[in-house]
C-alpha cells in the first residue's frame, strides 16, 4: 500500500481544503507516517477522514481535528509542549516534527509504553513521557508555553490552565459527553480567553480535574 501518496492526499483533500493552511503544520503532517500508531487491523484506514480505535476504549483523531488543534496552537520551535493523552502517540509525533519540547501525559499505562515504543523507533526526539492523572498536569515541569488536550473536559481544567504561561496557548474540547466544542484557551492577564474552533466529539478526560473514573 502506498503510505506516502496517501499522507500527501489526506494534506490536499482533508487538511487544506477544510481551511488548514499553516504550510509548517501540512509539512509536518505530511512526513508522520500515521500508519504505525494504529493497530494492524486497520492500517488500511489510517489516512480515513475518521478517528480509529486504537484500544483500552481510546482512539486516534482525525487527521483534520489533529491538524486544527496543532495550527491553533501556533507552535514554535523549541516551545514547551505538555500534552495531555498520549494516546497512540501520533499527536505528539507531529508536536514534535514541529520542534517542540514535548511533555506528554497517558493515565494508561499500556498505551504510553505503547507510544513510546513506536516514537522511538521512528527516531522521534526530545520527547518526556509520564504515567499518571493528567487532569493535574506536570507541575514540576510548568510553565509550559503550549499545552493540548486529547479527550474532553466537562469545564476549563484550573490546574492545567494555571501551568500555561502568560500569553501561552491552551486547545482543549469542553462540553457533555455527547457533543463538545474544541476550544482555543489564551492566557491573558491570568485569565482565558477562549475561542471555538468546531464542535466534535471526543473520548473522556478522565482524573480529579475531569470525568470520574469509570
Not at 18 to 27: C, N, P, S, Y
Not at 179 to 193: F, G, H, V, Y
Request: glycine share 8%; with cysteine; charged share 25%.
Amino acid at each position: 500500500m502506498d503510505y506516502e501518496a496517501q499522507r500527501q492526499q489526506m494534506a490536499e483533500h482533508q487538511l487544506r481544503a477544510r481551511g488548514i493552511v499553516d504550510e509548517r503544520v501540512l509539512a509536518a503532517m505530511g512526513r508522520v507516517r500515521r500508519e504505525w500508531f494504529i493497530p494492524p487491523e486497520l492500517r488500511a484506514r489510517a489516512y480515513g477522514d475518521s478517528a480509529l480505535a486504537i484500544g483500552a476504549d481510546q482512539t486516534i483523531s482525525q487527521p483534520y481535528i489533529v491538524a486544527l488543534s496543532t495550527q491553533a496552537l501556533a507552535i514554535e520551535p523549541g516551545h514547551r509542549v505538555l500534552e495531555i493523552g498520549t494516546g497512540s502517540g501520533y499527536q505528539t509525533a507531529v508536536l514534535a516534527e514541529l520542534g517542540a519540547e514535548v511533555f506528554t501525559m497517558e493515565r494508561i499505562a499500556a498505551l504510553s509504553l505503547r507510544a513510546r515504543a513506536v516514537l522511538d523507533t521512528l527516531c522521534y526526539q526530545r520527547i518526556r513521557y509520564a504515567i499518571g492523572d493528567g487532569t493535574l498536569g506536570w507541575p514540576e515541569e510548568a510553565p509550559f508555553d503550549r499545552i493540548v488536550v486529547t479527550a474532553m473536559a466537562p469545564e476549563l481544567p484550573r490546574r492545567l490552565f494555571a501551568q500555561l504561561r502568560e500569553g501561552g496557548r491552551m486547545v482543549v474540547p469542553i462540553g457533555a459527553q455527547e457533543q463538545q466544542e474544541l476550544k482555543l484557551i489564551t492566557k491573558s492577564a491570568n485569565r482565558p480567553i477562549a475561542e471555538e474552533l468546531c464542535g466534535c466529539v471526543f473520548v473522556r478526560l478522565v482524573g480529579e480535574e475531569g470525568w470520574p473514573v469509570p
